[in-house]
């Protein structure tokens, strides 16, 4: 079982409309999740951090955990073709200096 | 703030060499993240330091290897490379606010011949 787990897509979305993203994660222990945006050639960039179980909202990104059923994931509202990217989900296991990153999903949001 | 800088930001090197990559943090972060990124195998993280010390390596043969400076400022080495090497190295850094979101860098896209 890898350590995070994405599918690795792609998701289609039309535009205006919801995509779902999900991550499942393995260690127990994890403290931190982190969802990451990397477009074709660029760098990973951060959109959303959690700590807590819940959801937690910042403009059109919901990021949700459950650490009961270890998974977290990323809601984006109103999808725009400029959405389109790699979505990456990261995990910190606590006290560990390290992040473990899924493979991505890839989302594609049609115009 | 500026963000996190790379250097430099494309290399191409022979088999058997080696190569030394820089990464300057953000401002104020202590705490630098290496990764290698290829289609296969996504994100690998390579090792953390903080302070000088590494606290954190992951699954890689002893070739890679890599330090920090006093300025925070880190690089990290590949000695002897191989075909296998070729990807695009980040580096992340993590303010120590009590927050540890990392935030990277633009890459350095090494590649093997």
């Known amino acids: 079982q890898k350590e995070v787990e994405q599918n690795s897509g792609p998701l289609s979305v039309p535009e205006g409309a919801i995509a779902s993203l999900n991550c499942t994660y393995s260690?127990?222990?994890?403290?931190?999740f982190f969802w990451y945006r990397q477009y074709s050639g660029k760098s990973p960039e951060l959109i959303m951090f959690?700590?807590?179980?819940g959801d937690k909202e910042d403009g059109r990104f919901t990021a949700q955990l459950n650490k009961a059923s270890q998974y977290v994931s990323l809601l984006i509202r109103d999808s725009q073709p400029s959405d389109s990217a790699t979505y990456l989900c990261?995990?910190?296991?606590?006290?560990?200096?390290?992040?473990?990153f899924g493979t991505g999903t890839r989302l594609k949001v049609l115009a | 703030k500026a963000g996190v800088t790379q250097t430099p930001r494309y290399l191409i090197k022979t088999r058997g060499q080696q190569v030394t990559l820089s990464c300057s943090p953000i401002?104020?972060?202590?705490?630098v993240s290496w990764y290698q990124q290829t289609p296969g195998q996504g994100l690998q993280f390579l090792f953390e330091?903080?302070?000088?010390?590494?606290?954190n390596k992951g699954n890689f043969p002893g070739r890679f290897s890599g330090r920090q400076f006093s300025n925070s400022r880190s690089e990290m080495n590949v000695s002897t490379l191989e075909l296998g090497d070729s990807a695009l190295y980040l580096c992340?850094?993590?303010?120590?606010?009590?927050?540890?979101?990392?935030?990277f860098g633009p890459g350095t896209r090494l590649t093997v011949t």
């Open positions: 992340a850094s993590t303010p120590t606010s009590g927050s540890d979101e990392q935030y």
């Open positions: 260690d127990r222990g994890s403290q931190s």
């Open positions: 959690i700590y807590s179980n």
């Open positions: 990261a995990v910190s296991p606590s006290g560990t200096y390290k992040y473990i």
């Open positions: 401002s104020g972060h202590r705490s």
């Open positions: 330091y903080f302070s000088e010390t590494q606290r």
